[in-house]
């Protein structure tokens, strides 16, 4: 998704939150340094709630590519604070979000349309 925002000539920062294995964060930070986007991602880990709400106040919008959500709280936290959530088309945000005039679902590992 970053790699085509970045083919687009689109700039951006991305701030990555949260844990994930040891493998995944490998392969993450792997891909991140084959397309060339190092400068333009950080990866936070996990951070305090205090530090989550700033950074997503600072935020322009929420990237959530999960592959799959039960509530998906972030969500709610973004919209609440007038941030603009794009995110895949799981069940759980579609029946919990799909109201909202802010939040932009596209299919599945389409990520043209995600970016």
């Given at each position: ?15 990555c939150l949260g844990a ?96």
């Open positions: 998704i970053l790699n085509v925002l970045k083919d687009q000539g689109v700039n951006f920062k991305c701030t994930s294995s040891e493998e995944d964060d490998k392969k993450a930070r792997d891909m991140i340094l084959q397309y060339g986007l190092d400068s333009s991602v950080e990866f936070a880990g996990v951070v305090s709630e205090a530090k989550k709400l700033q950074l997503l106040s600072d935020s322009r919008v929420l990237a959530l590519p999960s592959k799959e959500e039960g509530y998906g709280i972030v969500v709610q936290e973004a919209l609440t604070m007038g941030i603009p959530v794009v995110c895949y088309r799981l069940p759980a945000l579609v029946e919990l979000f799909c109201q909202s005039r802010n939040i932009y679902f596209c299919d599945y590992l389409d990520f043209r349309s995600f970016a």
